[in-house]
């Protein structure tokens, strides 16, 4: 077996129904295709995350502290505001986006080097976090599910229900 991981610039399925792709890891969204089979692997909750010796690693963690820091957005369309902005703006509050990513180890690499907050899933990037100091927001945001996602032409596949089950 040889896998290989390939950026994914949308949510969109076309990779999946032309072939390109065989499996998927994710949140299913609204422009995930119809015909998408998919598998709930865990629940997720989005974490703050700063390097060691950062401001925010010291003392309690209020709203007001956390949007007066310098963040770091993710987002793979490019957009300028998340459900941070919405959970903060409904506390009257709001932050300064100093950068926009399209992933998650951007972010933490980001995060790892400079004064940026990063907001990220705690178990989705849980290695990834290693050594940086992780704290619970001051807000309250939903959670997510993380699936796995196969189109149905490989759903009774072999070797593909072999790798569904490796990854779960």
């Known amino acids: 077996v040889q896998l290989r991981f390939v950026p994914k610039p949308d949510k969109d399925s076309a990779p999946m129904r032309e ?8 949140v299913v969204g609204g422009s ?25 690693s010291e003392g309690g963690i209020t709203a007001a502290r956390f949007a007066a820091g310098r963040h770091i957005l993710i987002s793979r369309r490019g ?3 998340g459900p941070v902005d919405d959970a903060l703006e409904l506390a009257g509050l ?7 990513v ?22 989705y990037t849980g290695k990834l976090r290693e050594g940086l100091f992780t704290f619970a927001l001051p807000m309250r945001l939903a ?6 996602l196969w189109h149905p032409r490989v759903d009774a596949d072999p070797a593909h229900r072999w790798l569904r089950g490796i990854v779960r």
Request: a neutral charge.
């Open 19 to 26: 072939g390109s792709v065989d499996l998927e890891t994710g």
């Open 79 to 81: 957009l300028d505001r």
């Open 32 to 56: 995930t295709g119809p015909e998408v089979r998919a598998q709930a692997l865990f629940r997720d909750r989005f974490v703050g995350v700063v390097r060691p010796g950062h401001s925010l």
């Open 102 to 123: 399209g992933g998650f180890a951007e972010a933490l690499a980001l995060a790892r080097g400079s004064d940026l907050i990063a907001t990220v899933p705690e178990r």
């Open 143 to 148: 959670g997510l599910t993380i699936s796995l």
């Open 94 to 100: 709001a932050r300064t986006i100093t950068t926009v």
